[in-house]
């Protein structure tokens, strides 16, 4: 399916309304660990049928950064029915975030 934009105008269609879990990674343009983590977060949307999986740019996007506590980037969130279930903030290998998010 590949990556979803999530912004404000679309966080309820898009993650909300979602008939199944959303992983969502919290990035920046300027974060040298948010351009490490990308291909990572591009190969699990690739990999998974079972998940949709989005991105929020935090700094086009501060009003979602701030809705969900976002205070380091990158913070990868698993949703479940529009709430995190799950989180994992910083850096991490595509096995250490399928296995904090419980995926």
Not at 7 to 30: G, L, R, Y
Not at 44 to 57: F, M, S, Y
């Amino acid at each position: 399916m590949g990556i979803v934009e999530i912004t404000t105008d679309n966080f309820d269609d898009i993650v909300v309304a979602a008939d199944k879990p959303v992983v969502v990674d919290f990035w920046a343009s300027w974060c040298g660990p948010c351009k490490m983590l990308s291909p990572i977060i591009d190969q699990i949307a690739e990999e998974r049928e079972d998940i949709i999986v989005g991105k929020v740019n935090v700094d086009e996007q501060p009003l979602l950064a701030m809705q969900f506590g976002i205070s380091g980037v990158p913070t990868v969130a698993l949703f479940k029915n529009g709430d995190v279930v799950e989180r994992s903030v910083g850096f991490a290998t595509k096995a250490e975030i399928i296995e904090e998010l419980g995926l």
